[in-house]
T-cell receptor
């Protein structure tokens, strides 16, 4: 069965802390996406990756294809980073996204 | 605004009515995806369309739901004879190609059934 698991489900951090959110998947993929959703808001695509590592500002995404695992890191976290972070994958040769349950992040000042 | 445009942002319907949700993809994008987010649940794929064609509708409920993406105009997700369980946020995304391209999401339509 094609599944995507995220951890933790909920995460509370103090402003300035380094944050890691994990994602694992069950079978081969062609791409993995990290998305951000604010309460009641739309969905923003943060990263799309199929190998290695990508960085944008304070956000870093890594993927290990052999271990079927990806991490999203936030350095120097800020209250405005509070949101739901969602991992999604394209399983091989499929266009549709399969989503993890999301990680609810709250950064306190 | 060159992003994915969805309308309406909020839609209220009574049980038994029809709901029509619209999605205009980003300029230059010919691939459209519809996803549904039920209350307190994660996002789930519904349907994938290219211009005038349904490519994958494996996530669509068998009855009352239909989708189209005509040659001209927006993609439409249509729900007939709505029920309370249809209350959800419906998101549209678009991409320039089906693989190796990110999907860009709209702000969603929040459908409430009275």
């Amino acid at each position: 069965k094609n599944e995507v698991e995220q951890s933790p489900q909920n995460l509370t951090a103090q402003e300035g802390e380094f944050i890691t959110i994990n994602c694992s998947y069950s079978v081969g993929i062609s791409a993995l996406h990290w998305l951000q959703q604010h309460p009641g808001g739309g969905i923003v695509s943060l990263f799309m990756l199929s190998s290695g590592k990508k960085k944008h500002g304070r956000l870093i995404a890594t993927i290990n294809i052999q271990e079927k695992h990806s991490s999203l890191h936030i350095t120097a976290s800020h209250p405005r980073d509070s949101a739901v972070y969602i991992c999604a994958v394209n399983f091989d040769r499929t266009a549709k996204l399969v989503f993890g349950a999301g990680t609810i992040l709250r950064v306190k000042s | 605004n060159a992003g994915v445009m969805q309308n309406p942002r909020h839609l209220v319907r009574r049980r038994g009515q029809e709901a029509r949700l619209r999605c205009s993809p980003m300029k230059g994008h010919s691939h459209v995806y519809w996803y549904r987010q039920l209350p307190e649940e994660g996002l789930k794929f519904m349907v994938y369309l290219q211009k005038e064609n349904i490519i994958d509708e494996s996530g669509m409920p068998k009855e009352r739901f239909s989708a189209e993406f005509p040659k001209e105009g927006p993609s439409i997700l249509r729900i007939q004879q709505v029920v309370r369980g249809d209350s959800a946020a419906y998101f549209c995304a678009s991409s320039a190609d089906y693989s190796n391209q990110p999907q860009h999401f709209g702000d969603g339509t929040r459908l409430s059934i009275l």
